[in-house]
């Protein structure tokens, strides 16, 4: 989903995980995300936050966390890719997205237009008798 996208976390940075780490004392953060019934994907990229805007170095003066997430349903929703942007540096954040899928419900009776492909809706905008 992104350039600087990275496979492994270094172990250091985890253990520092306020939802996950192993370290850091289990957190209120954790018991409203198992209220809500959330979950977020494993993460496989380095933490996000506080870079030196411009770079791919960490800030010395802060300690690097996972600080932009993306938290969704347990329920219906299958995970395609979670990943850092590392390719964007115009902040002291790098960005992160998901890729989701999910199957979306209508209303009871709802019946959905008929679909026709893209060069039959422009065939038909196109034809003379389209405009009159």
């Known amino acids: 989903v992104g350039a600087g996208a ?8 985890a253990a520092y995980d306020e939802l996950r780490g ?3 004392p289990k957190s209120e ?5 198992r209220e809500a019934d959330l979950t977020e ?9 506080r870079m030196r805007e411009g ?5 010395a003066e802060r300690i690097p966390a996972w600080t932009d997430r993306v938290l969704h349903s347990k329920v219906g929703v299958t995970r395609r890719r979670y990943c850092a ?6 902040s002291d954040h790098r960005p992160v997205a998901a890729l989701l899928e999910t199957t979306l419900l209508a209303l009871p009776g709802f019946q959905p237009a008929a ?3 893209p060069s039959a809706q422009v065939a038909a905008a196109s034809s003379p008798s389209a405009a009159s």
């Open 6 to 13: 990275c496979t492994t976390v270094p172990r250091a940075f």
């Open 22 to 24: 192993d370290q850091v």
């Open 29 to 33: 953060a954790q018991d409203v995300l």
């Open 41 to 49: 994907g494993p993460i496989l990229f380095p933490a996000t936050y």
């Open 55 to 59: 770079t791919n170095t960490y800030d």
């Open 85 to 90: 942007l590392g390719g964007l540096r115009a």
């Open 115 to 117: 679909r026709t492909a």
